[in-house]
């Protein structure tokens, strides 16, 4: 699976999982309850020290049924074992060259944070695929992504934290590219994910409709 091709299922799902999770039980229960509701990328975040291991067995469990990154990847030598774990994108907290040219040499896309608009030139110059607005987006919500694509219309961004059912339709029409969700898609059963997951890609394909 190529960079571009991973970059067009990530755009075209348009909702991801940010999910930290202790066992591989919860995981499964986590990523059947997003898969019912239509959400089929999800990032396993680096904060845990089990989550290659969650990778590694989503990705042989579930296959191409599922898009399954690693999130919270701070360095190089992580971001190498994410991906030999099976890891199809990389995200991180901040923006590090190394894990930029890793990443480029294996065509996994690499989505840094970032906080400025010269951070994120800066990243998409080394070669990033799309740029995280964090922790900013918690912050400033839908009208930051708007402001952000006025002078740069042309810059992949992806949101994480500040989304939630009240607000999905304000974020798809600002135009973020990818909307990284929380605690709507890891807390609760397996059910009330399903419910929330149907009504995030419901929002996705009511504005699409619209927009054509």
Not at 123 to 131: K, Q
């Amino acid at each position: 699976m190529f960079r571009t091709t991973i970059l067009n299922r990530m755009e075209e799902t348009a909702i991801m999982a940010i999910v930290r999770v202790d066992t591989m039980e919860r995981a499964i229960e986590i990523v059947d309850g997003c898969l019912a509701g239509g959400v089929d990328c999800l990032e396993i975040s680096y904060t845990l020290p089990n989550a290659g291991e969650i990778i590694r067995q989503l990705t042989q469990q579930y296959g191409e049924q599922v898009l399954i990154g690693a999130g919270t990847v701070l360095d190089s030598e992580t971001a190498r074992l994410a991906i030999l774990a099976g890891a199809k994108f990389i995200i991180a907290p901040n923006f590090d060259p190394s894990v930029c040219k890793l990443c480029n040499r294996y065509q996994i896309p690499y989505m840094p944070g970032c906080t400025s608009v010269t951070e994120m030139i800066t990243a998409i110059e080394a070669g990033a695929a799309m740029v995280k607005a964090f922790p900013i987006s918690s912050f400033y919500g839908p009208t930051l992504i708007t402001t952000l694509k006025t002078p740069t219309p042309y810059l992949p961004i992806m949101s994480s934290g500040g989304a939630n059912l009240e607000n999905i339709d304000e974020w798809l029409k600002s135009g973020v590219d990818c909307v990284g969700i929380g605690s709507l898609l890891t807390k609760g059963t397996k059910e009330e994910i399903a419910a929330n997951a149907k009504q995030l890609k419901q929002a996705v394909i009511n504005h699409r409709t619209q927009a054509n």
